[in-house]
């Protein structure tokens, strides 16, 4: 059991790395209004609901902020088509919550991935020295790219079905079920919306990931030379 702690150590650093690597990217997009006012642009939301741009903007700063959780409500008084009303029923409110609880949850993964990262890289610094955490990053890495990459192959041959899949695995209700002609939430954010930003994420973390495999293969080779090197200095 003492013999086989430092492979699980390394086990859990190599995958907090990858969740890492998700969570912040997840969590970085979802707080972006910019996102959101790119996507109101691009599917012309104010044409199709009657709210103005200056108001989608502030639509956009208010859904990122609820789901941050900076703010407590995401709900808004918007004029449409020159009457003023609430934007949200009651029923986008209660699924808005529970979309909420789900990037809370990232958000978790997020700090405690980074606790794992600092606590058991010491860890595993102090007694293996820095080539093994290299090692860890590169499969915590590699483990990204392998999941990203099923994924993006999914989304490319049927996005639809991962989508669905996606809300039947992340809520116990069917509130998610939205009538593109009276409920604004799902006229703001079209599924296409939903793809484009998966496609933007997956990008990013695919890119991240990339970037952390090569660097830490870099570094392992340039560590391994130097330590070659000081023994073959030494042995003559």
Known sequence: MIRAL???LFIIWSLSVSVLIIAS??????GSDDLYRWGFNKYQ???RTGINDEQLSEVAKSMAGYLAGSSKSPQLSVSI?????LLYNQKELVH???VRMI???FQLLQMISIAVFIIIGM???FRKGTPLLLQGAKIGAAIVIGITGLLVVWSLIDFNSLFYLFHLISFSNDLWILDPTRDYLIMMFPQRFFYDSAIFMVISILVAAIILMIASALLY?????SEKSTLNAGAR
Not at 25 to 30: G, K, P, Q, Y
């Open 6 to 8: 430092p492979t699980l």
């Open 25 to 30: 990217t997840v969590n970085v997009f979802v």
């Open 45 to 47: 939301i104010a044409a």
């Open 81 to 85: 088509n020159g009457q003023q009303r």
């Open 96 to 98: 808005l919550e529970d």
């Open 103 to 105: 990037v809370w949850l």
């Open 123 to 125: 860890v595993l610094y």
């Open 221 to 225: 080779r340039i560590i391994l030379r």
